[in-house]
């Protein structure tokens, strides 16, 4: 155990190291300075050489990129915005937490529905549920979750006026509001995976119903509840918890579709507007953050498996 | 056979059907646009803009008075060409270094090659995808003869991160087919390593990856369809299904909901095609695989 989570946290690093340096590299070959889009087309050229002075954009990019992860590294320093000149680090401090608040709202959403619609259509096999999951498992995963916010919006925002269109008012401005507004983001974003683990809950479960321990649980007479709960439920949802865990990382990538939609101010609408303005500290610091916490979900991903499933981890 | 498992059965194969008439219906209007669409998708006719569904637009118009039928069908070129397209190269990409490294288990190259996999796999393959689009830029580049467009763009990218899964199921099942004795027999025989990798190992590793590339040109609808929307994709006036919707964002207040309905609609309809074949395909090709989604 201990020589695998050091290899993973090897592997961790390298990912992290490299695809910083792949887009700081790319942000730096590419032709246009970002000062000529912070400080307009018909800026002076002395008025460019001195922002990248200002900005170290005239420092050859291994000595920038040098410079840039001893700053993240040893002050938790990200530079600031060329546009607002503000602290990235702030930004990030502000942003993050909608970010993360959205993919644990949706993941906690996903496992609610999708674990007893899989368990209950097992357990009842070609059933009603059993026949709505199969129904749901293909729409769910071929509806696009941006569209399907374009949707609910209009059903229940622009026609009902049951949930808000968008924007995200602070908890502590009142948890109702804030919770209603994460209610139709959080729904889009988990709906994929939804579909995806309700399926996968089903085999899961079809596969141990099919062991032999369950079996002679059953022989053995214990009751119901407890063949449910200990022999089967225990040992179906390891492989759930992996794949949850997974799930939470690839839903960094949607965030940034469905915070567009929503207009939630959230590190994945900053990181796309800034990737318009050509912001590059601040998609520097985005990326990095997105990429550690998805190498870390995969990381608990595996190492979920391996804790929860003792044969793999010998 | 018990008569459950016979409409089991019945059922499993009407819906791989359905599926190839959806995506077949998909492709031939994709095929046959310029005959399909009533009008030129790109004709602005500010008279009859934000018109409803109607005899005349039988989805309605648009903010430019475009014809919404003919912009979805025209749409359905640039989708299908861009879904497939990745998914071609990334299972040419994924196979060809799955081939090499499960032939040539043991060695360096093998190692190299997975642990390339391993990298890829740990990368959030969407974000970078972004990141990478949005630094480039949509525009054309010209590298010598060469240009590069938004689709060219569009096929590069979604087809590498196709890659490294497409790669590691090849692998899989290219490490047991080497090892297996009929491989071992015509080496002995005195095949070369070349035909033992076409002509023997590539044929029987490749069922669960046509499996996996099918689901994968969904998620190619759906991810090209994202990127379109959220304007690093396919560039306007151009049509496509993403740009449409992006559009549709300005009209959803003031309750022109048909923009916003049927691009969307066409790309589920599509999309549920193609994972009722995927489907289809994995109980016949694959029926060991359980679960196997684009997981992106």
């Known amino acids: 155990m201990a020589e695998f989570l050091l290899r993973r946290l090897l592997l961790a690093a390298i990912v992290v190291l490299t695809v910083s340096f792949v887009i700081f590299i790319l942000a730096r070959l590419v032709p246009t300075s970002p000062a000529l889009l912070v400080l307009g087309a018909d800026a ?40 607002s000149g503000r602290s990235v680090t702030d930004e990030m401090i502000r942003t993050v937490p909608v970010t993360f608040e959205l993919i644990i709202v949706s993941m906690l959403l996903c496992l609610v529905i999708a674990v007893p619609f899989g368990v209950l259509s097992a357990a009842y096999p070609n059933g009603p549920l059993d026949h709505a999951l199969r129904i749901f498992s293909v ?40 919770v209603r507004a994460l209610v139709l983001p959080a729904f889009c974003l988990a709906i994929y995976y939804t579909a995806m683990i309700s399926r996968m809950t089903r085999s899961s479960v079809l596969e141990v119903l099919g062991q032999d321990y369950v079996r002679t649980a059953v022989a053995m007479g214990l009751s119901r509840r407890r063949i449910w709960l200990v022999y089967i439920l225990k040992n179906a949802m390891i492989p759930i918890v992996s794949v949850a865990a997974m799930a939470c990382g690839y839903m960094f990538g949607w965030a940034i579709v469905i915070e567009q939609v929503f207009n939630l101010p959230g590190i994945c609408r900053s990181l796309l507007a800034a990737i318009f303005s050509r912001d590059y500290n601040i998609v520097q610091a985005a990326v990095l953050v997105v990429t550690i916490a998805f190498v870390s979900l995969n990381m608990l991903a595996d190492a979920a498996f391996r804790i929860l499933n003792p044969r793999v981890s010998k | ?160 991160s196709f890659t490294p899964a497409l790669g590691r199921i090849t692998y899989a099942a290219a490490l047991v087919e080497s090892r297996s004795d009929y491989v071992r027999a015509k080496r ?109």
């Open chain 1, 139 to 178: 729409l769910g995963v071929s509806t696009p979750g941006f569209w399907l916010g374009l949707i609910l919006i209009l059903v229940f925002s622009v026609r009902a006026h049951w949930l808000p269109p968008g924007d995200l008012p602070p908890i502590r401005d009142g948890v109702l509001a804030h």
């Open chain 2, 188 to 296: 002995s025989q005195g095949a070369s390593p070349l035909e033992l990798v076409v002509l023997e190992i590539l044929p029987n590793s490749i069922p669960p990856v046509i499996v996996q590339a099918t689901l994968f040109i969904g998620v190619a609808v759906i991810v090209e369809a994202s990127l379109s929307f959220i304007g690093l994709g396919v560039q306007p006036p151009t049509p496509s299904w993403g740009t449409m919707l992006a559009d549709a964002r300005n009209y959803i207040f003031s309750g022109e909901w048909w923009i916003a309905l049927f691009p969307g609609l066409a790309i589920c309809l599509t999309v549920v095609g193609i994972n009722l074949i995927g489907d289809a395909m994995r109980d016949m090709l694959d029926p060991r695989a359980g679960v196997r989604s684009g997981f992106i």
């Open chain 1, 44 to 83: 002076a050229p002395a008025e460019i050489a001195a922002f990248e002075q200002e900005h170290g954009l005239d420092l050859p990019i291994a000595i920038q990129y040098a410079h840039w992860l001893r700053g993240v590294v040893t002050r938790f320093d990200f530079g600031t915005s060329y546009v």
């Open chain 2, 1 to 160: 056979m018990k008569r459950q498992a016979i409409f089991a059965r019945l059922g499993q194969y009407s819906s791989g059907v359905a599926g190839l008439v959806l995506l077949g219906a998909m492709v031939l209007v994709a095929l046959l646009a310029p005959f399909a669409a009533p009008s030129d998708p790109l004709a602005l006719d500010l008279a009859s803009k934000l018109l409803p569904p109607s005899s005349d637009h039988l989805l309605g118009t648009d903010q430019a008075g475009r014809d919404l039928l003919s912009r979805i069908i025209w749409g359905a070129r640039e989708s299908l060409l861009i879904a497939f397209g990745s998914v071609f190269f990334g299972t040419l990409f994924g196979v060809s270094l799955g081939l090499i490294a499960g032939y040539k288990q043991g060695t360096v190259i093998e190692n190299v090659i997975t642990r390339v996999f391993d990298l890829f796999f740990s990368i959030p393959m969407l974000v970078l995808a972004i990141a990478l689009i949005g630094i480039i830029g949509t525009g054309s580049i010209s590298l010598g003869p060469l240009t590069i467009d938004d689709q060219a763009k569009l096929i590069g990218l979604i087809a590498f």
